[in-house]
């Protein structure tokens, strides 16, 4: 139809189109595109675009699978010169043309503001095989969604709100689904997380099975159950919890999350004596295997001690887990106070660029840690790694199996390493801590405990060896991780 653009458009998962068509032995043409958008006048809007190095002018009206379009070639000085009349956002994309069976397909991947969002178009020069048109199975990898008839996908529109807009319908819907989905008093098995499922109401889905989690945890310790294994439990979902609001936290109520980062934190600092004390005790077989067998003896008392501040530590936490806050906690995470805008973007959007944020973070902290770093530097990059594997576990739906494992190894390898030199700084303190305790104040109790702290020190300083060699291969690693939300 002359005068007329008859296109369909389809939806597609975080990709590279190179990437994609390559495996596929496809060849193809790159453009960069450039284009903005003049003042919409009665239903008309004006399109301006740079193709490389060529320059358009296009006239659209209407909506849907058939538009009028008029298209003129332009010079560069028209196209810089209105470009100061531009509405909305300008934007930044690359299209890979390529022919499959006869006909021409465009794969759009977009730049700046709207990065992750990728689009494979289609045009038609008839109504009729438009209409018959099926989209060939090899694009299933990637197919989301068919939004031909979707406004809010258009170009126009998203240069407008220069934001990419999820499946659902709105902030009514994305409302109505969270009532639904998430009930704190009837809860079942977990819901599937879909790549462009609002922000909302993934977070929500996340945050529900989290809240399920440290109940069912917390009803095990409130019933007595000396299970250290079940305490290390409790904490690492507590700590699950309050990185992932951080994590999200641009989507929240500000209040609401800062009164949960509180509450979460305080539970978290009643366990944490406890753990220490768990963990020393746990190692004190392995260390009394290392000592020579003259400092054996020595290690009696300093067991005897740690044991009763176990038990002690043990009524604490049962005390915690019948408290009015982890019940206020569990049904306030399974009803998140949400922001409209933040909430609504799709999550696999989201997830990109908190990610994207979080590696770029995490090589440059691993980077300025040398041999002079304080033992703090290592702890808390010990945590950014925490959190990055947190947060991919909670969003391992929208990862591909492999990559999921391959990445989720990576990062738990480094965080074991800094995980036992935290532990062994951690124990040389508390040792150094109950040094004056009556019961150890013997000539041959402090030759043990001296002896003690030089192996927990030389066990520091290997891993400390370990983390260097480790951190090498993450760097590495370091463009992987970035498209791990990426389909192909």
Same mark, same amino acid.
């Given at each position: ?39 919409e ?40 010169g ?33 990065t ?16 018959r ?52 008093n ?8 879909v ?13 529900q ?24 439990q ?28 509180r ?22 077989p ?12 020595g ?31 569990v ?12 909430a ?10 908190? /990610?994207?944020?979080? +590696? $770029?973070?995490?090589?440059? !902290?691993? =980077? *300025?840690?040398?041999? #002079?770093s ?14 990055i594997?947190?947060?991919i ?7 591909e ?50 002896? /003690?702290?030089?192996? +927990? $020190?030389?066990?520091?300083? !290997?891993? =400390? *060896?370990?983390?260097? #060699? ?19």
């Amino acid at each position: 139809m002359r005068g007329y653009e008859i296109e369909r458009k389809y939806l597609l998962r975080p990709c590279s189109p190179r990437r994609f068509l390559r495996k596929l032995g496809l060849t193809y043409r790159k453009y960069f595109i450039q284009q903005y958008y003049l003042p919409e006048q009665n239903g008309i809007y004006i399109r301006y675009r740079r193709k490389d190095d060529t320059y358009f002018k296009t006239v659209k009206s209407g909506e849907g699978m058939v538009r009028k379009e008029s298209e003129y070639q332009v010079e560069r000085g028209e196209f810089e010169g209105q470009m100061h009349r531009h509405t909305g956002a300008i934007i930044e994309k690359e299209r890979f043309v390529f022919v499959y069976r006869g006909l021409t397909y465009e794969m759009d991947r977009f730049r700046g503001e709207l990065t992750g969002l990728c689009y494979l178009e289609i045009e038609f020069d008839e109504v009729e095989r438009a209409e018959r048109f099926v989209l060939p199975e090899i694009f299933s990898p990637l197919l989301l969604a068919e939004v031909t008839n979707d406004k809010r996908f258009n170009n126009a529109s998203l240069s407008k709100t220069a934001a990419i807009p999820s499946l659902d319908t709105g902030l009514d819907l994305l409302v109505k689904k969270v009532s639904s989905t998430i009930t704190p008093n009837k809860r079942g098995g977990k819901s599937a997380i879909v790549p462009f499922e609002s922000s909302g109401i993934a977070i929500g889905i996340i945050l529900q099975d989290l809240a399920d989690t440290l109940e069912r945890r917390a009803g095990a310790l409130a019933g007595k159950s000396d299970d250290s294994e079940m305490l290390h439990q409790f904490r690492v979902t507590l700590r699950k919890i309050r990185s992932l609001l951080a994590l999200f936290k641009n989507c929240f109520s500000p209040q609401w999350y800062q009164l949960h980062q509180r509450n979460l934190s305080y539970l978290i600092m009643q366990t944490n004596q406890k753990r220490d004390i768990d963990v020393l005790l746990e190692n004190i077989p392995h260390y009394r295997s290392l000592l020579p067998q003259k400092f054996h003896k020595g290690l009696v008392p300093l067991h005897k001690l740690l044991l009763k501040k176990q038990m002690s530590l043990t009524l604490r936490i049962y005390a915690l887990a019948q408290s009015e806050l982890l019940p206020y906690e569990v049904a306030s995470l399974a009803r998140p106070k949400l922001l409209s805008k933040e909430a609504l973007q799709p999550i696999v959007i989201t997830a990109i660029h908190i /990610l994207d944020e979080r +590696i $770029e973070k995490i090589i440059k !902290k691993g =980077e *300025r840690v040398n041999a #002079k770093s304080r033992e703090e530097t290592y702890h808390r990059l010990r945590i950014q790694f925490k959190k990055i594997r947190y947060f991919i576990e909670a969003l391992k739906p929208l990862v591909e199996a492999e990559k999921y494992k391959k990445a989720q190894k990576k990062i738990k390898d480094m965080q074991i390493i800094l995980g036992h030199f935290h532990d062994y700084q951690i124990q040389r303190s508390l040792l150094l801590s109950l040094a004056d305790d009556p019961k150890l104040r013997t000539k041959k109790r402090r030759k043990t405990m001296k002896k /003690l702290l030089q192996l +927990i $020190e030389a066990l520091e300083e !290997k891993q =400390e *060896r370990r983390f260097r #060699k480790k951190f090498k291969k993450i760097k590495a690693y370091k463009k992987t991780f970035k498209r791990l939300f990426e389909a192909a």
